[in-house]
C-alpha cells in the first residue's frame, strides 16, 4: 500500500513539474490569442452580431456622428440590418428616461452597449451589469465617472471622448468681436460634461479678463426664459457648448439672440446656418467614424479593460457668412480656411521612403499623393516631396536614413517595417509616420497603439486571418490543412505567421509553414507545400512574397491547390479569392494623419490605427477552373465579398 502510494505521489509531482513547464507556453498562447482578439475591428464573415444603442436625443450633430460611424462599420463589414441588429433607444431629452432604457438593454441578448452622451455614459456605469460597454460623442468621460484616467478606468467600459476646443472658441470670439467684456453661456448642472467645460471657460475668463455670465437650467423647458434673462445682462456674445439640454432648445437661444443681435457661437457645426455665426467644432461625423474601430473590435469580443479611453477630436471651422454681415462683424483671415488644416504657402520638406518597389508600396504612395491633391495642397508650393527606394536592400536603406539625418525634414513617410524600424533607429528627433506596417508594436515602434514611440504615428496594414479563413472554410467545409511560405528574417512576416497560424488553430484547421530566405527559396518552399498534402495556399504578405510571389502563384496552378491570399491584384493572377488590406487608403490616411502632425498636433497623442478599408474579391471564373463550386448566396452570407472584375 506504501508503494501504491508512494507511485501516485511520483505521478503527482512529475504532472505538477510537467503543468509548470507548460505553464509560459500556455501564457504565451493565451496572450498571442488576446492580440489577435484585439486587434480585429472587421466584422468576422458568417457571424451575426447584436447591439444596443441609447442616447441623449436626435439631434443635428448626434446625426452627423452617427452618420460617420455607420460609414465605418459599412467598410468593417458590420453591415445594419443584415448581420448587425441594432436595438435603439433614446431619452427623449429627459435624464430620467436613460436609466430604464439602459436596464431593459441589460437583459437582452446583445454583444454591446453603445452610449452617447455624458448623460448616457454616468447611467451606463450604474445600469449596465451584463454586457460590456463603449461610448462616444462624450466631451469628458472621467468627469462623466469612467474612471480615474484613461487607461484607470471601469473595466466594463471604454470608449472616445472629445473635449470641445474651449479655449480657441474664447479667443475667436475675443479677436473677432473686439472690446469684449462679457460672455455668457446656458447650461444644465446636471450635466458633468457642462460642468467641466463651465470651469475652463471661469479658468479662461480670468486669465483673459472678461467675465463669464452663467445661466444655470435643469430642464429644456428653462432655456427659453434663461436666454431671455441672459440677453438681458449686457452679454457680448452667447457661447453655448455642448450642452445637451441646451441643444435641444437651441431655436429658442437662436432666436432671441438674433432678435438682440447678440453674437452667438457654439461648438457643434451643424447649427451654423441655424442661428449661430460660426463654430469651432470638434468634427462629429469624423468622431463618428473614428470610433468605428473600437466598436467592432468590442463586438469581437475586446476586453474593454485592456483598452484605453482615447480623446479624439478633428476641429473644424465653420462661419455664417450672411450673420457675420448682418453682426457687423469681422473674420481674422486666419480663421478662413480652405479645408485643410495645413497652413498654404508653408513649404514643408517632406520625404517617402520605400523598401523595394511593389504594388504596394507604390498603392501607399499613389494614395498619400491623392490625399495632399484632396487638401488643395501643392506639391513644390505648399510641400516638397523627395521619394526614395532602396531597393530591398537593408545597407542602402541604413544610407538613406543616415542621408536624411543631415538634412532638416519636417515630416518622414514610412512605407514598409524595415523602413520604419530603420528610420526610427537613425532619426530619433524627427517626426516619422508609417505605412504599410503590419504589425507595429512587434516591430518595436510601442507598447500598444496607444503607448508608442514619440516621435512616430501611423496606419497598420495588418491582415484580416480570421476574414479570409472563414471564406475558405465556406468554400472548402472539409479543409483540415493549409499552407504558407514565409520569410525568416522579416519580424512582420514572422507576426503574420504565427497569427495565421492561431487564427487555423482556433478553427480546427492546420497550418503548415516553410521558410524562405531568397527568390530562388519562395519556388522550393511552395513545393515543399505541395508535398506536405496542403489543400490550399493561404499565402500571407511580405517583401519577399511581395516580389517573388508569381511562383506560388504558378505551383498552385500546376498543382491545382487552390490559392487564396491577401494582397488585391492576387486575385487577376491566379488567386480563387483574396481578403487585402486597401494600400492606396493606407497611404491615403497616413497623409491625413502627417496633415495633423504638421499642424502641430504631437505624434505621441495619436494612437497607431487600422487602415479603414479592406477589399474582399473572389475570382468566380478561376474557382470554377480549380472546380470550387461558388454558391451566390456566398454574396449574402459575406456583404462585404465583390466579384473580380477583368
Known amino acids: 500500500m506504501k508503494s501504491f502510494s508512494r507511485g501516485i505521489l511520483a505521478l503527482i509531482i512529475v504532472s505538477a513539474i510537467l503543468l509548470l513547464s507548460d505553464l509560459e507556453n500556455r501564457n504565451k498562447n493565451k496572450s498571442a490569442q488576446r492580440s489577435v ?15 444596443g444603442l441609447c442616447y441623449f436625443a436626435p439631434e443635428a450633430s448626434h446625426d452627423e456622428l452617427l452618420e460617420g460611424l455607420w460609414q465605418r462599420m459599412k467598410e468593417l463589414g ?42 448616457c455614459v454616468t447611467a451606463a456605469l450604474a445600469a449596465i451589469k451584463k454586457h460590456p460597454v463603449a461610448f462616444t460623442y462624450c466631451y469628458d468621460p472621467i468627469a462623466a465617472g469612467a474612471g480615474i484616467s484613461r487607461e484607470d478606468h471601469n473595466p466594463n467600459i471604454t470608449g472616445i471622448g472629445s473635449f470641445p476646443p474651449v479655449e480657441k472658441t474664447i479667443q475667436f470670439i475675443l479677436e473677432t468681436i473686439p472690446g469684449t467684456k462679457k460672455i455668457g453661456t446656458i447650461y444644465n448642472t446636471s450635466e458633468a460634461n457642462s460642468r467641466k467645460v463651465v470651469s475652463v471657460m471661469r479658468e479662461i475668463a480670468e486669465k483673459q479678463g472678461f467675465k463669464l455670465v452663467e445661466m444655470p437650467v435643469v430642464n429644456s423647458s428653462e432655456v427659453f426664459q434663461a436666454a431671455q434673462v441672459i ?65 467592432g473590435r468590442l463586438l469581437n469580443g475586446a476586453s474593454p479593460a485592456k483598452i484605453p479611453i482615447e480623446n479624439y477630436v478633428n476641429e473644424s471651422i465653420a ?12 473674420i481674422p483671415e486666419k480663421y478662413r480656411t480652405t479645408g485643410n488644416s495645413l497652413p498654404t504657402g508653408a513649404k514643408f520638406k517632406l520625404a517617402f521612403v520605400h523598401y523595394l518597389d511593389s504594388p504596394i508600396s507604390e498603392d501607399c504612395e499613389k494614395g498619400l499623393r491623392k490625399a495632399f491633391e484632396d487638401k488643395k495642397l501643392k506639391e513644390g508650393v505648399d510641400f516638397t516631396l523627395k521619394v526614395f527606394n532602396s531597393q ?60 508608442h514611440l514619440p516621435n512616430v504615428c501611423g496606419i497598420s496594414t495588418m491582415s484580416d486571418f480570421e476574414g479570409l479563413l472563414n471564406l475558405v472554410r465556406y468554400l472548402h467545409p472539409t479543409i483540415k490543412k ?19 497560424s492561431e487564427a487555423a488553430k482556433k478553427m480546427g484547421i492546420e497550418l503548415i509553414s516553410v521558410p524562405a530566405s531568397t527568390a530562388t527559396d519562395v519556388l522550393d518552399a511552395a513545393t515543399t507545400l505541395v508535398a506536405q498534402r496542403i489543400e490550399a495556399f493561404c499565402q500571407i504578405s511580405d517583401n519577399l512574397i511581395g516580389s517573388a510571389g508569381s511562383a506560388i502563384l504558378k505551383v498552385s496552378n500546376d498543382s491545382k491547390i487552390p490559392y487564396y491570399g491577401f494582397v488585391s491584384n492576387l486575385v487577376k493572377q491566379g488567386a480563387i479569392a483574396v481578403c487585402a488590406r486597401d494600400y492606396f487608403q493606407a497611404g491615403y490616411e497616413a497623409a491625413i494623419m502627417g496633415i495633423d502632425v504638421l499642424s502641430g498636433k504631437n505624434p ?43
Not at 235 to 261: P, R
Not at 611 to 633: C, G, L, M, R
Open 392 to 451: 530591398g536592400d537593408i545597407s542602402t536603406l541604413n544610407s538613406i536614413a543616415g542621408s536624411i539625418s543631415n538634412e532638416t525634414y519636417n515630416l518622414v513617410f514610412a512605407a514598409s517595417t524595415p523602413t520604419a524600424q530603420m528610420l526610427v533607429k537613425k532619426l530619433p528627433d524627427t517626426k516619422i509616420v508609417f505605412t504599410n506596417v503590419g504589425d507595429p508594436i512587434v516591430a518595436g515602434l510601442g507598447k500598444s497603439f496607444e503607448d
Open 319 to 330: 462661419i455664417d457668412e450672411e450673420k457675420v454681415k448682418s453682426l457687423n462683424l469681422t
Open 482 to 500: 493549409v499552407g504558407t511560405v514565409f520569410t525568416p528574417a522579416e519580424i512582420n512576416s514572422v507576426s503574420y505567421n504565427n497569427r495565421l
Open 78 to 119: 458590420f453591415v445594419r440590418d443584415n448581420n448587425l441588429i441594432i436595438k435603439e433607444s433614446h431619452s427623449n431629452g429627459e435624464i430620467g428616461n436613460i436609466a430604464p432604457i439602459l436596464l431593459n438593454m441589460d437583459n437582452e441578448a446583445l454583444d454591446l452597449v453603445m452610449v452617447t452622451s455624458t448623460p
Open 37 to 51: 482578439n484585439q486587434s480585429q475591428s472587421e466584422a468576422i464573415p458568417g457571424k451575426k452580431y447584436a447591439m
Open 604 to 646: 505621441a497623442s495619436i494612437p497607431y490605427r487600422f487602415v479603414s478599408k479592406t477589399n474582399y474579391i473572389i475570382n468566380v471564373e478561376t474557382a470554377q477552373q480549380f472546380k470550387i463550386h461558388v454558391p451566390d448566396q456566398i454574396f449574402t452570407t459575406f456583404p462585404q465579398l465583390k466579384r473580380s472584375i477583368k
Open 231 to 295: 440677453a438681458s445682462k449686457g452679454i457680448d456674445a452667447l457661447y453655448v457648448s455642448g450642452d445637451n439640454t441646451a441643444l435641444q432648445a437651441f431655436d429658442a437661444i437662436a432666436g432671441i439672440c438674433n432678435k438682440q443681435s447678440i453674437p452667438l457661437i457654439v461648438n457643434d457645426l451643424p447649427f451654423v446656418g441655424k442661428g449661430a455665426f460660426a463654430a469651432i467644432g470638434i468634427g462629429w461625423k469624423s468622431v463618428g467614424y473614428h470610433s468605428g474601430d473600437l466598436i
